[in-house]
């Protein structure tokens, strides 16, 4: 299973972004996905996460009320709706399954300035 991730760019505080995550295998809609981001000289995190159906979601309490995760399993595609945003929300965002595997693709960098 590939994940490649788009979407991202650089907004003002304050502004929305939606990202993307299109997956190639055949396996998608069998897993829980998440989305994570990595700022420099931090750890990597989770910033939300869906069960495969969508039925269940999960966002800590960073980004709960302004990020919003959905998927499309047709598709083969999660997203990140990320709105209110703040400059501590620079990074790159990453997909991957949920418990997160070993495999990290590129990434899509975030920027957000004052």
């Known amino acids: 299973e590939q994940l490649v991730e788009s979407g991202g760019g650089t907004v003002q505080a304050g502004g929305s972004l939606r990202l993307s995550c299109q997956a190639s295998g055949r396996t998608f809609s069998r897993f829980d996905t998440g989305w994570y981001r990595q700022a420099p000289g931090k750890e990597r995190e989770l910033v939300a996460a869906i069960s495969w159906s969508g039925d269940n979601t999960y966002y800590p309490g960073s980004v709960k009320g302004r990020f919003t995760i959905a998927r499309d399993n047709a598709k083969s595609t999660v997203y990140l709706q990320m709105n209110s945003l703040k400059p501590e929300d620079t990074a790159i965002y990453y997909c991957?399954?949920?418990?997160?595997?070993?495999?990290w693709g590129q990434g899509t960098q975030v920027t957000v300035s004052t």
């Open positions: 991957n399954s949920y418990p997160a595997g070993d495999y």
